[in-house]
């Protein structure tokens, strides 16, 4: 069937997507074959599509990440989007959610939704990304590039009040004084996001500390394993996470990791790492502290992390998901 118009048709990703199972801006015949051999249409992020109700034997599923914009109204720009996700998967369509506390929060928003049609697979960080990295070379060249000290604790995300760094530096700056700590710097990696004032001006307020917080930017993925690796210890206190990424590439690359306890992050952290309040300036500052201090602590949930590290995995997912198509199909 000509299709007046295909989402994201320039991106690349896509433009290979929509080649490879034959969509163009033409008539084709080998999609309308496609649709009608297929058993399963699975949809990553967007709403399923409207053409696609059109073939009844079709199961449609959705993968829900999180539900953020519209818990978090004041923290995101629009719910729209996520509203219109769930509207598609319908009464009888299914979910696939990357946390239980993501399937949890689907259900009281939609609990017009079958509850066994929602599963649950897990995310995983990349182990050609995310690795142990000694290599005091490539550090070297990474302190360089981004002006590093020997010694910091890093924060990683973007900087937008969701991930709550405000309070990351807060505490940070606070211990450094009142502890009179000479040789730490906290560093903060990732792209400024809106609202980032806030952050700012805690830097700003940190007056003869400014020094020691460093804020590098985007960083590419190649030298993310050396950041982490040779981090003190590592600090994700984000209010809310639909699964929560970083903490998990974190103890893959063996650094200590510290995040809130709320949503999905004490399900990615488990025993692996440390989780406390994302507004517990206390408990933050006595943790940081305690890391600061006890190098035989820092060592307990470097190895405590990578452990847990080990229950992730992308071959697990895969896993996961085709048995999750098998119980669609059941």
């Known amino acids: 069937e000509k299709r007046k118009f295909l989402p994201l048709r320039k991106e690349k990703l896509f433009r290979y997507l929509y080649q490879k199972i034959g969509i163009y801006n033409y008539k084709n015949t080998l999609f309308e074959n496609l649709f009608k051999d297929a058993e399963i249409f699975h949809s990553f992020y ?8 059109k073939y009844p034997h079709l199961k ?7 539900l953020i914009p519209v818990l978090f109204p004041d923290l995101h720009f629009t719910s729209d989007l996520i509203k219109e996700i769930i509207a598609s998967i319908g009464k009888d369509g299914y979910a696939v959610c990357v946390s239980e506390n993501t399937k949890k929060d689907l259900l009281n928003y939609a609990p017009y939704l079958n509850p066994n049609h929602v599963f649950v697979n897990l995310l995983a960080a990349s182990d050609e990304l995310f690795y142990v990295c000694k290599d005091q070379l490539k550090f070297q060249s990474i302190k360089q590039k981004y002006k590093l000290p020997e010694k910091y604790f890093l924060s990683l995300g973007t900087l937008e009040p969701r991930k ?6 807060r505490t ?29 001006n805690e830097y700003e307020n940190a007056e003869e500390f400014k020094d020691r917080i460093i804020f590098t930017g985007r960083v590419p993925d190649e030298d993310l394993a050396s950041l982490y690796s040779n981090a ?31 949503s999905s992050l004490p399900e990615v952290v488990g025993e692996g790492g440390i989780t406390i309040g994302p507004k517990d300036e206390k408990a933050l500052h006595q943790t940081m502290l305690n890391l600061y201090v006890d190098e035989n602590f820092r060592q307990m949930y470097s190895e405590k992390g990578l452990q847990q590290s080990k229950k992730f995995s992308w071959e697990l997912s895969a896993e996961r998901q085709i048995e999750i198509y098998k119980k669609i199909l059941e």
């Open 46 to 53: 967007y709403p399923i599509n409207k053409e696609i109700n």
């Open 232 to 262: 003190h210890s590592f600090y994700y206190m984000s209010l809310y996470e639909g699964f929560g990424l970083p903490p998990l590439e974190a103890m893959q690359c063996g650094v200590p990791t510290v995040t809130s306890n709320t």
């Open 60 to 66: 449609k599923v959705i993968t829900i990440h999180d």
């Open 172 to 200: 940070f700056l606070k211990l450094i004084k009142t502890e009179k700590i000479d040789d730490l710097s906290l560093v903060l990696v990732g792209s400024k996001g809106w609202d980032y004032d806030r952050i700012f």
């Open 164 to 169: 709550n760094v405000d309070h990351v530096i």
